[in-house]
């Protein structure tokens, strides 16, 4: 298991967001979480980061969590926002923090992400300067560059067009294939999602549905 989380229960002033959540991921599995919006998604990997405090419950890691890579879900970025895609990716680099010293390895990294992510062609543009679909890859390639285990993806699709979409889940697809990174994403377009082997877990404040996709159709 990569991760465990038992009856975690989470609660904003009174109001159950999260009632006993019992899940266990195992590493290499794709989870796509899903549920109407309110229904606790962003809870559930807000609170398994640790960014937000469960009232109770347990959340067990089987790997160490400077292994877990996290993207937020965001909605857009200020035009204005002065730095570039290459900046922004490489302050994902692991120890590193905001320190402005790279090594070699760092760099080939680097290299080897823009090419898998198909970032090379604006690397050196503003963030504000991107269309949705490529500000959604540099993130990504921030959180890759610190070489996670397990990716924690929020909504990472929202407000993109279909051609970008399908880029998207094209990479995760790889990312999840070839290189055998565990995924959970919270989506809502898990009809765009063509890998038969994706489990599906259905929120609604507590696990009402936990199956593998073509189940989860029929
Ligand atoms: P989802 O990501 O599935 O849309 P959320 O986890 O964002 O759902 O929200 C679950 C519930 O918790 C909703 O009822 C939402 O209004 C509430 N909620 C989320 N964040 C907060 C917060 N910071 N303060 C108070 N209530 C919140
Ligand atoms: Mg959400």
Redesign the pocket.
Known sequence: MILEVKDLNVT??GHN?LKNINICINEKEYVCLV?K???????FLRSITGLIKADSGEVIYGIDRSEVGYLAQVSGVDPRFPATAKEVIMTGCQKHGIKPFYSKEDHIEFEKICELLKIGPFVNKKMGELSGGQRQRVLLARTLIGKPKLLLLDEPCNGLDSGSIDLFYKILDDLNQSLGITIIM?THDLDEIKNDNVRVVGLEQEVIFDGNIKQYFS
Do not use: R
């Open positions: 904003y002033n967001a549920g919006n309110g229904s606790g998604k962003s809870t919270a």
